[in-house]
């Protein structure tokens, strides 16, 4: 919103930047974490930006077959850039950041990999890590069916045990059982974690994963018995269409008793399931952490979106010259402020509440390790909930950027089209934000439930017994200038989420029961869950 | 949300069709307007359909190139059978509405025949339809320019009249005064109306039409001087791809005089500018057609993205069962209802008013005819506003109803990424909405200020007369059953919309002037619009 002499002769960017009241440099190592993070970061963009493999420029003009091709390259590329420059775990992983092509290796490292790590007995870990880590196969995570997503104990997919062949039968008893989605299935990986009911001795134990193989080793094609296919174009014109999200049915198919990841639970030679002495609370420990990455995310891409908003705005210059001098510069505008600064405050928020929950994953995993439960609801409601108000938000403010840039948000050379298209999915895949935020209202509830006992909420929910002040308390901003004051703002915050949070307790005890209050009040429960989420991305 | 036998046997979609407790054949010729419109909409949509030339399954699967050479079949195509069926002017309209791919032939019939209609002369008009008409050359619309969208006023194309060669020199002389944008552009067009500021003895005399050749007829290679290209790839994987946007310069590119465009105003032959004795407010009768054609589109665009939620979360089950029975529909769960019903409504909302709309164009255009401007400024706020409104809302709703789909809307089968892709642009195309809610905005302030001098707000604004009933009165609503009452809603609505644009016209008053006031209250002005527009969308 600078005036000055450089703007007037055209080079708007730099008079912007010249009249930054803070410093610029700091900042950055504040946004990266540390000086040797920004270094980090600088040198592997310098390394995808400088490398014709790596090129982008092409990304939205190319056919399907070609994005997918184009998409093998690289990672293959990266993987040797990554041997011959003997990069370090940081630094292999920032420079597939800045590669920025969906593809299966994001599966491969993302999930495979960590499942197996989280999931898979010593042994196991001794016989696949190595094979993976040389890509010796390609893995993915088959989860999600046609039928069920989010809801995974509704999955369909069997692995019966055989105690004659001692082994199971991997079976797709249903249409809506196919394996739907999987990205690095339709066409690339010889491997998957197969989620999937055990059955043994005529029971149903419920949804555990299995290595399965489904593709040969020696030409790539399905193993007897596996349907495999790509599930067809996405959202955008490059975005997710570079990856290869696939269709998976098993008929009948057998794998040996010990590709069940045993870590937690087994099947015996005879068929006994018997559960270790591991605690199955350790899998909420990979869930806080997969989530806490989705929020780092959240803050990386909408910095982007915003970056290329403010600049466009900083730029572009329309209407309001009223003597034949220059127009104004769309920044200086109040409805484009209005829309564009909350954005941008919203990406630093998002990154300094990441820093938070990875604090707080770090945390949990030192009390589970412990074996204390205590925090973990609390640290579950924090993460679900910081997963879909964080993704959602981006979602709405990477396309509100979009707009902002006018007509040219619309071309793809714009990088905003394919920014969101390839965002999006955010709010579905890791639990659907509508799912998450009702597990979080959920928590809410038995808090509020339990305050009359006297337990006292911990963590984030602590404020929540300030219940008798925060019911009645008046707000004490007098002036504008009060809104500055973090503390009234904290507290209008409380007073917000505790209010509608008592307010839905009180509808749903009027229900005939506890249940039908919960479903005829989930819009109001949602709304309250958000403002509790607010609150902690307000004061983290 | 039928429960009966059809349900749980799984046809759900049958079952829910069974409920329905209003007339559907009825509704059908209510959405439509009359049993005709429905018969010949019928007629057309199985004409597109059974046709093989007109697939779309493919749409979303083809390379850029190859999917503009499918744009080209299918429009010469569509124009075959058209003239083979002696197709009427309405039916060929519904034809290519079902052929549902933007291509050159939307800008060729949709902008520059109505521009030679409406600001051609005579003469004009007999030289230039018939060529039009019979497909022997092909225009588009070349307005918006790199650097200027929505404030017209601010082009910079020039169109020097030359008394020497008595014709107009069509310059670009800036690189943002490139033609940046117009559909057809790019490839197909032959010719061109080309917005430019008229220049005649020295004196810019603002922004003209002139019809430009930018093609040659033999080879349809571009013609001296004329520089022209496709801007390049686009929001969606299939959606304005199929447009050749283009972009076009022109170095000192001349054409005779009588090719401006001289129904409201000419150059003589000594160059001389003349305004004819045709009232110029006629060009805002053009404008409240295009966008009374928007908001119908958007009741369209929102309808079939709205039946999508809805068949699919009739069919889609998910959690809710606690003991093995089937799941429940997600169309019975109140957060998916609380999310889609508002969305259902807003179609017919936006159907039924922009049948209204219809009649206001109706009303104006007579008016015009007559001389009368006294509901001009007042229609072109309601057909601006409602444009800005429907657009925005439309968008945002075809977006929520992908997300509503679960995973599944983000697969380009489901329609909704492309519904979306194809969409959006309405926002920004005929006035940016955010511009337009500001002039909707002015209009409303200035009749704010009027009020006290006594002068009666007319049509919409009539309510902003009942001021002081308004400011003081108190919703008459006492049980949930009175929201049922149209007229609480009624003045609800008109009582929220008057308020916030007395708010602002008092807050404005206390800026040191009206300018410096509009500029800082804009953010409110525009809710103010909204909630203006918002009560005409009720009560129409």
């Not at 912007?16 to 592997?44: C, L, N, Q």
């Not at 979106?305 to 210059?317: H, L, N």
């Amino acid at each position: 919103m600078a005036m000055d002499h450089a703007a007037a002769e055209g080079d708007h960017l730099a008079a912007e930047r010249a009249a930054a009241r803070f410093d610029v440099e700091a900042m950055k190592v504040a946004w990266a974490g540390s000086r040797h993070a920004v270094d980090v970061a600088d040198r592997m963009a310098r390394l995808v930006a400088s490398d014709p493999v790596f090129r982008k420029d092409n990304r939205t003009m190319l056919s399907r077959k070609d994005l997918f091709k184009d998409t093998l390259r690289k990672a293959a590329h990266a993987w040797k850039r990554i041997v011959e420059l003997r990069l370090t775990e940081e630094e292999a992983s920032l420079l597939r950041q800045y590669v920025d092509q969906p593809g299966y290796v994001d599966l491969h490292w993302g999930m495979f990999v960590p499942a197996i790590k989280g999931q898979g007995t010593e042994e196991q870990q001794k016989k696949w890590l190595p094979l993976a880590y040389k890509f010796q196969i390609i893995g993915c995570y088959a989860q999600t069916e046609l039928g069920h997503g989010s809801n995974v104990q509704g999955l369909e997919t069997t692995a019966t045990f055989d105690p004659k062949t001692d082994g199971f039968v991997i079976h797709s008893p249903t249409l809506t059982s196919s394996k739907w989605w999987p990205g690095g299935l339709g066409k690339a990986s010889t491997h998957a974690v197969v989620y999937a009911r055990l059955i043994t001795e005529g029971k149903d134990y419920g949804i555990h994963g299995f290595i399965v193989q489904l593709r040969s080793l020696e030409d790539h094609s399905p193993l007897p018995g596996v349907t495999l296919g790509d599930i067809g174009g996405k959202f955008g014109s490059g975005a997710y269409n570079s990856m290869d999200n696939g269709v998976l049915r098993f008929d009948h198919v057998r794998i040996p008793r010990d590709q069940m990841l045993m870590r937690l639970s087994q099947v015996t030679r005879e068929g006994k399931y018997v559960n270790s002495d591991v605690p199955k609370q350790l899998l909420y420990g990979t869930m806080v952490y997969v989530r806490q990455s989705i929020v780092a995310d959240a803050s990386k891409a909408l910095s982007r979106a915003v970056c290329i908003a403010v600049r466009y705005s900083a730029i572009r210059k329309q209407f309001g010259s009223q003597d034949g001098g220059p127009e104004t510069q769309v920044l200086n505008y109040r409805t484009q402020q209005s829309r564009l600064f909350p954005l941008l405050a919203s990406a630093y928020a998002f990154r300094f509440v990441g820093d938070w929950l990875n604090w707080l994953y770090t945390d949990v995993t030192q009390k589970l390790e412990a074996k204390d439960y205590s925090t973990l609801q609390e640290a579950h409601a924090c993460t679900a909930g910081l997963k879909a108000v964080t993704t959602s938000a981006t979602a709405d403010a990477i396309e509100e950027c979009r707009k902002l840039c006018g007509g040219h948000g619309y071309l793809n050379s714009s990088g905003l089209p394919e920014l969101f298209a390839v965002y999006v999915p955010a709010c579905t895949y890791e639990g659907d934000n509508v799912v998450l935020l009702l597990q979080v209202a959920r928590i809410l509830m038995k808090t509020v439930s339990q305050l009359t006992s006297g337990k006292q909420p911990v963590g984030t929910m602590a404020y929540m017994g300030k219940v008798q002040h925060l019911m009645q308390s008046k707000c004490a901003v007098k002036t504008a200038e009060d809104w500055l004051n973090p503390a009234f703002i904290q507290e209008a915050f409380e007073a917000r989420a505790l209010r509608m949070a008592v307010n839905c307790a009180q509808n749903i005890g009027q229900a005939a029961n506890q249940e039908e209050g919960f479903y005829e009040r989930s819009p109001d429960l949602l709304e309250s869950a958000v403002a509790h989420i607010q609150l902690i991305i307000v004061t983290k």
